[in-house]
């Protein structure tokens, strides 16, 4: 039988996944080593044995695997190459699965410092990956991909492999692409049912309801529909800058995707007034005549 994982993982990144991930590993009976920015979201994972590293570096001695799940490109580029980053004490010799929602092109220069990259998009939220119930999909070399699936499998209950480095990102750019696009659409639908006299929540669960909604929608109904829009799922300034990556991605590639690129706008506008911390349903708040206010 293939172990899981040889010697401890580090988990670099605290956040929504970051912190089920290591959560799911420990339960697991897998040695942990953790680092986050802010030291207060270690203690709970310390609490059930994890080791607390003071920064990247630390975190990631005598281990095989590192998963680095950060906001955004300039966090990642921080945790690997900042003071006591990942490489600050020369080449990282594991494996490095890159968990962070970046663009592409970020995880392929990776490989020029660490020869063993995975970039994994995780479909999934808190809970799933707590509970290794994610979708996982992973870019990276074939023999790599192979020498992690144990660990992965262990995070995730489907792992797939979809070729070349970067493609665990763009699928997960596609895929986070699509819950804007829907939630925007739904927020809007209920914005004009409520200037029309509908009453929302009949609207709300009308929708949730019907042959139109995905799974997202539905679940993202409740909160439209109570309006609350704290301890976020997934922040809505992350879901901004995934839409501007989509979109910078298409541009690339010459394609014109106005639906993207609107979903963009109403998404970094609505950070913008200050509601990037909230849930990303709370675009809703962008559509209204009084911006951060429902009404």
Wanted: glycine residues 10%; proline residues 5%; negative net charge.
């Amino acid at each position: 039988m293939t172990p899981v994982s040889n010697g401890p993982v580090a988990v670099l990144g605290l956040g929504t996944m970051g912190a089920g991930l290591a959560a799911r590993l420990i339960d697991q009976g897998i040695p942990v080593r953790v680092w986050n920015r802010t030291a207060e979201r270690t203690e709970p994972l310390a609490r059930v044995g994890a080791f607390v590293a003071a920064h990247p570096a630390e975190a990631v001695e005598k281990t095989a695997t590192a998963i680095c799940s950060v906001a955004d490109g300039e966090a990642l580029a921080d945790v690997l190459r900042g003071p006591n980053g990942v490489l600050s004490r020369g080449p990282y010799p594991g494996t490095l699965l890159c968990a962070s929602t970046v663009a592409p092109e970020e995880v392929e220069q990776i490989a020029g410092d660490i020869p063993s990259v995975l970039d994994v998009g995780m479909l999934g939220n808190r809970d799933h990956a707590r509970d290794g119930e994610l979708r996982l999909f992973v870019g990276g070399d074939k023999k790599v991909f192979e020498a992690g699936r144990p660990l992965l499998e262990t995070l995730g209950k489907e792992v797939v492999h979809l070729g070349a480095l970067g493609s665990g990102m763009r699928m997960k750019l596609l895929l986070n692409l699509l819950m804007g696009v829907e939630v925007q659409a739904m927020a809007e639908a209920t914005a004009l049912a409520t200037a029309c006299g509908l009453d929302r929540h009949q609207v709300l669960k009308t929708i949730a309801g019907s042959g139109f909604a995905s799974p997202v929608m539905a679940f993202k109904s409740r909160r439209l529909a109570t309006g609350t829009f704290d301890e976020p799922d997934f922040r809505l300034r992350l879901m901004a800058k995934d839409l501007m990556l989509a979109s910078k991605q298409a541009a690339a590639a010459g394609l014109s995707l106005p639906l993207a690129a609107a979903a963009a706008e109403t998404h970094v506008r609505a950070t913008e007034q200050g509601l990037g911390d909230e849930d990303c349903a709370a675009v809703a708040r962008a559509l209204t005549p009084n911006p951060g206010s429902d009404t």
